[in-house]
């Protein structure tokens, strides 16, 4: 190709963007020379070459350019009027739709791509910088301690000598696990037993126990000392405690290290597993050591078979008992259980109450009639759970005049247990006053009625409460209050209810309105226990009620709820099948439960025996077989 200049008043132009702005002369045939490659960059020519130039065409007159094998790029901007006004921008007019065509390599990259629900992130695999985990919060720490504990958790049984060894275990990670778990291993101290450790051979040592070694550590270590805020008594130091393993010298030793160990917890807080009977000058050594702990929460007296000033008890007189809650003005939970018999003194508990600002729990239990009747019941405190069991003073007039103190604005747990009303219309004031009760108790053999004079309207009948969420029923002998409680369910009288536990549900109305239960597996001992009972007599036994609730459902299924037919093609029938009912309804919102407070019990609520001492305690005085391993967590909260 022969070589060609460009004209003198034609500059070239630096950017492609200037050259579509400027105004030039357009060239002649004659003068103009197609180059065969343009100076510009790739993406220029690119955008060029796939958009416009389809109604380019060599100018005529114009020498040929032959063809290239590697780019087919050539002249792209306007040289005369009429490209410049068809290629003016709105005006670009295709010969065919243009449309992108997926290249062989980009399916096979589509093909081997991971969807998009499937593709995980790259993962560091790098571990963290060691800085991380030494400037986590304390609470980070102690949060992964109380799951450690949860994991040693079985229900009310805790593995002690695996949570201690796990315990031991991150002290020894670094200062920062040292001090969390120092703190978590202290804060909650499992008590052990004041028997002699075994000596070693040939050995000069005085022998020791795992009790004195713990108040020499204690007495060493202010620092530790005050970070104890709960003492748990195991099970063997329980029974030493209460005389059922030892001699009266060992128990007396041991009550002694024990009023020690609380003397030199300044902070403690509460004193669980074993609740001492107050009934000679041993049980009483506790008492002043409790007393000057300013921060206990929670306490329980045990005075059972000595009068107090007696010749058991001389240094204890009932104003001594009084004055024991000077200092507790923190305390929340108190539990009163004495003996029918004994008097603990005219005005006793409503001056100890009196003394307890903070008080929300309250049990009273087994007290004379002297020392707690329906005139005491009416100067109660402001509460949030209240446990009357087992007392003589009260009566059905007292309870329902309940309902209009200011105990009653507050409370949120009432459980009503052995005080054998006989009025309806006393449950019937409660239910309709206690504007915030969720739970509601009432344990007792005899059925409560309504008077003569309300059973003429059923507007007057009705049981109902609008915040009452757990409702336990538990009357011995068959009686009207059991199907009134069914109507006003059905009825709509407990919108907020979502449990009930009805040991009495003899006739299953109660269960006819509840979510359906499972079916279980009934054995050979289940159907003699059956023929055993099956009589006019009535027994509060657990495992009872059980079985005839699985016996209603088994009679359920053998009832049909509904047949379905199969025809074949010639309109016959090829097979019939049956489904059986069931006991309940599918829409129902309550819970029926028929399972014990306590795991392995045979009654369906919680006693005070449950929680005052381990049940190790009651197998050592009877000579039975141990059947609870590990220790228990025996607490008075799962009283209310």
């Given amino acids: 190709m022969a070589d ?68 087919q790029q050539r002249n792209t901007w306007p040289t005369t009027d009429k490209e410049r006004k068809e290629r003016s921008p709105g005006n670009h ?33 790098r571990p963290l910088p060691r800085r991380i985990f030494e400037q986590l919060p304390r609470e980070i720490y102690h949060c992964i301690l109380d799951h450690l504990e949860t994991q040693h958790t079985t229900r009310t049984s805790v593995d002690v000598l695996g949570l201690q060894s796990s315990l031991k275990a991150l002290l020894l990670v670094n200062r920062r696990w040292h001090r969390a778990a120092r703190e978590h291993m202290y804060r909650e101290i499992w008590l052990p037993s004041n028997d002699d450790l075994p000596k070693r051979a040939l050995s000069l040592r005085s022998s020791h126990t795992l009790l004195k070694t713990l108040l020499r550590t204690l007495e060493e270590s202010a620092a530790l000392a005050s970070m104890i805020r709960h003492l748990r008594v195991t099970a063997r130091l329980a ?109 006793v508990v409503s001056a100890a109450l009196q003394r307890l600002p903070q008080l929300k729990h309250l049990m009273l239990l087994r007290l004379n009639r002297q020392d707690f009747h329906n005139g005491t019941l009416m100067t109660l405190p402001a509460l949030r759970s209240l446990r009357l069991d087992s007392l003589e003073g009260l009566t059905d007039h007292g309870i329902e005049q309940l309902a209009h103190t200011r105990t009653a604005m507050s409370l949120e747990s009432l459980s009503l247990v052995g005080l054998e009303l006989t009025s309806l219309r006393a449950i019937q004031q409660l239910l309709a006053h206690l504007g915030r009760l969720k739970k509601f108790v009432i344990v007792q053999d005899t059925s409560p009625e309504l008077p003569p004079t309300m059973r003429t309207t059923n507007s007057n009948t009705a049981l109902a409460s609008a915040s009452l969420q757990y409702l336990h029923w538990d009357i011995l002998v068959a009686g009207s209050g059991t199907a009134l409680i069914a109507k006003s369910i059905a009825h709509g009288g407990f919108p907020s209810l979502t449990k009930v536990k009805v040991p009495g549900d003899y006739e299953g109305a109660i269960q006819a309105l509840c979510r359906p239960i499972a079916q279980e597996t009934l054995d050979a001992t289940d159907l003699e226990l059956i023929d055993r009972f099956n009589s006019d007599r009535y027994e509060r036994f657990l495992r009872l009620s059980q079985i005839q609730a699985q016996l209603r459902v088994r009679e359920s299924r053998q009832q049909p709820s509904f047949n379905v037919v199969v025809h074949d093609e010639n309109k016959r029938i090829s097979a019939t099948h049956v489904i059986g009912g069931y006991v309940g309804d599918m829409e129902s919102k309550i819970e029926y439960s028929l399972e014990p407070d306590v795991e392995g019990s045979h009654y369906s609520l919680i006693d005070f025996g449950d929680v005052e001492m381990p049940k190790a305690v009651y197998e050592r005085r009877n000579e039975m077989e141990r059947s609870v391993f ?7 909260s799962m009283l209310f």
């Fill in 93 to 125: 007019n295709f010969d065919t739709v243009p449309h992108l065509v997926r290249t062989p390599w980009e399916s096979e990259r589509r093909l081997s791509r991971r969807p998009q629900s499937q593709r995980f992130p790259l993962v560091d695999q």
């Fill in 4 to 71: 060609a200049q460009p004209r003198s008043g034609l500059k070239r132009s630096k950017s492609l963007k200037n050259l579509f702005s400027r105004a030039h002369k357009a060239p002649t045939a004659q003068d103009e020379e197609l180059l065969p490659c343009r100076p510009v960059k790739q993406r220029f020519a690119q955008d060029h070459t796939t958009s416009d130039d389809i109604h380019l065409r060599p100018t005529d007159g114009a020498p040929g350019v032959p063809k290239r094998t590697s780019s």
């Fill in 630 to 636: 590990g220790e228990q967590r025996l607490d008075l």
């Fill in 239 to 347: 029974c030493t405690l209460d005389g059922a393993d030892g001699s009266p010298e060992d128990r007396r030793a041991a009550y002694t290290l024990l009023a020690d160990i609380i003397n030199r917890c300044p902070n403690l807080e509460l004193l669980s597993g074993y609740s001492p009977v107050i009934r000679d000058s041993v049980s009483t050594k506790l008492l002043i050591p409790l007393a000057l702990r300013p921060g206990i929460k929670s306490h329980a007296w045990n005075v059972q078979s000595a009068q107090l000033g007696s010749d058991l008890m001389p240094d204890l007189d009932p104003m001594d008992l009084v004055e024991c809650h000077d200092n507790w003005r923190g305390l929340e939970t108190l539990v009163l259980c004495s003996s029918p018999d004994l008097d603990l003194g005219k005005g």
